[in-house]
Each structure stands twice: as structure tokens, then as C-alpha cells.
């Protein structure tokens, strides 16, 4: 019950195009959904992070999607760039732990 | 200002050897996490810290213990090492017990030969 499920593994996409990720748990205990970005040799970053009484948060070009009633989240990167190229992780919180998916690798392609 | 700042940044150890890892957190900062992320998979939760007391545990054995110093810094020691120790291990802060958000440290690369 404490699971997060992440998709795709891996991603490949156009520069400009738009990258998405999604994420799927069953805890209903969960409170506050945050994405991390991590890039190879660092910790995960902090990108974009959501409760679950908003339907939609939008960051520059980092929006999350989140439906309640699905149990269902998704990271939506719009005009990716190479610079994008990352490991992105969702997770999921209750207080004190973060629950995290398996990752997506996202490669964006010049 | 600095992040979250953890030493030291790689340990190559052998088995049934202890280790320290060591962690400070973001200014301001009162909450310490750990989390073990083995190569290809997502960080995996330890223990959180929170005003020098435990405050939550993963599921991980009595072999790692951590503690919390007054200036809010934090060490995760692992006793008896395996080969399945290998791995990033992380160190996160926040303001509070309720963790959210969570800012992480580039971690520790521990190898166990």
C-alpha cells in the first residue's frame, strides 16, 4: 500500500515536444506529491510538488495533472530541452517519509 | 546559501566493516532524513530526525542507527556491512517533522568489496 508506481521507465522525445510522466498509488493517506529531478552524480531536486485537494499546478514549463479520484498524477514538461535530460522521480508523502517511484529516465534529443 | 551538505562524498569499505556518513542540513533547518538509492531504483526511506529524536523508520535492520547533534547535523551509521549496502545514501532536510518539502544532498557513493 505504501507503493508508487511509475511509467514510463524510459523516455525519448524531441526537443520542443512535450515529455509525460506518470505516477499511480494506492495509500489514500498520502498528502503531498512532489517530482524531483536528479542528474547523474547528484541528489534529487526539488521541481514541482502538489496536495491533493488541487487538481493542476503549473511551474514555468513543469505542470502537474492530479486526479483524486483515480489515484493517479502526472509530470507534464512542456517545450523539453536537452538540457531536460534527466532522471525524474514521483513521490509520495506520509508524514515523515517520502515514498518514491522507480524513476524515468528522459532523454531529449536536439 | 548552502543546501544540504553530506560527507564524505564517496567510502569504499569491505564487508562486516562499520561507517559513518555525516549530513548538514539546509540553515534553519530542524528535520534530518536518510534514504538508501541503490543504483537504477528510486531513494528508499531510513529514518527522519526531528529535534534530536527518532521520528520515523523504514524498514531497514538494526545494523543502521543515526542520530541528530543541537546544531541540528546528523550521522547514519551501519554496523556489520554487506555487499547489498553498495549505494547512493542520501541525507534530506526541512523545516519540520511533517517533512514537506524535502530538500536532498548530493549523497555519499559507499562501496562495500
Known amino acids: 500500500q505504501q507503493q508508487v508506481k511509475q511509467s514510463p521507465q524510459s523516455l525519448i522525445v524531441q526537443k520542443g515536444g512535450i515529455s509525460i510522466i506518470n505516477c499511480a498509488y494506492e495509500?489514500?493517506?498520502?498528502?503531498?506529491f512532489p517530482w524531483y529531478q536528479q542528474f547523474p552524480g547528484k541528489g534529487p531536486a526539488l521541481l514541482i510538488a502538489?496536495?491533493?485537494?488541487?487538481s493542476e499546478k503549473k511551474e514555468g514549463r513543469f505542470t502537474i495533472s492530479f486526479n483524486k479520484s483515480a489515484k493517479q498524477f502526472s509530470l507534464h514538461i512542456m517545450d523539453s530541452q536537452p538540457g531536460d535530460s534527466a532522471t525524474y522521480f514521483c513521490a509520495a508523502s506520509n508524514p515523515p517519509r517520502l515514498t518514491f517511484g522507480e524513476g524515468t529516465q528522459l532523454t531529449v534529443n536536439p | 546559501d548552502a543546501g544540504v551538505t553530506q560527507s564524505p562524498t564517496h567510502l569504499i569499505k569491505t564487508r562486516g566493516q562499520h561507517v559513518t556518513l555525516r549530513c548538514s542540513p539546509i540553515s534553519g533547518h530542524k528535520s534530518v532524513s536518510w534514504y538508501q538509492q541503490v543504483l537504477g531504483q528510486g531513494p528508499q526511506f531510513i529514518f527522519q530526525y526531528y529535534e534530536k529524536e527518532e521520528r520515523g523508520r523504514g524498514n531497514f535492520p538494526d545494523r543502521f542507527s543515526a542520530r541528530q547533534f543541537p546544531n541540528y547535523s546528523s550521522e547514519l551509521n551501519v554496523n556489520a556491512l554487506l555487499l547489498g549496502d553498495s549505494a547512493l545514501y542520501l541525507c534530506?532536510?526541512?523545516?519540520?517533522?511533517?517533512?514537506?518539502?524535502?530538500?536532498f544532498g548530493d549523497g555519499t557513493r559507499l562501496s562495500i568489496l
Open positions: 534530506a532536510s526541512s523545516w519540520d517533522s511533517r517533512n514537506q518539502p524535502q530538500h
Open positions: 495509500n489514500t493517506a498520502f498528502d503531498y
Open positions: 502538489i496536495r491533493p485537494d488541487v
